[in-house]
């Protein structure tokens, strides 16, 4: 069982699934310091100095901080649009990527098209 176990946390997918994770983490202290520090501090002033944690109700002996939630809701929303930008980065790199490789692969090489179009010559007399 050492051994299945030993196999399955060294494959790939394992390792980047733990890579993964843990630039995550790292992200999202980026982006919460990003909404926490500059983002709704620009909002506060925007309301004129007011602040969405201080708001709450009061129900009787219990207060319902209603205003952290909605901090959360817009940590939230300004977390998965970073994430969203950074996959269509991301995505958009690897695409030309992909690109370079597809130019580079139907670049032919002087001896290959000279074969490619003695065959097709050859074709034209037979069909003839």
Request: overall charge negative; cysteine-free.
């Amino acid at each position: 069982m050492w051994e299945e176990f030993k196999k399955f946390a060294i494959q790939g997918n394992v390792m980047d699934l733990a890579v993964a994770v843990v630039i995550g983490g790292a992200f999202g202290k980026i982006v919460s310091s990003l909404v926490d520090n500059i983002i709704m501090p620009l909002v506060g002033a925007l309301l004129g100095g007011y602040s969405f944690e201080k708001l709450q109700l009061q129900i009787g002996e219990a207060e319902v901080a209603y205003g952290v939630f909605i901090q959360s809701v817009v940590d939230f929303f300004i977390i998965a649009i970073s994430i969203f930008l950074f996959i269509k980065l991301l995505g958009s790199l690897k695409r030309k990527k992909e690109e370079e490789v597809v130019e580079e692969e139907t670049e032919v090489a002087p001896d290959i098209a000279l074969l490619s179009e003695i065959r097709d010559l050859l074709k034209e007399q037979n069909n003839k």
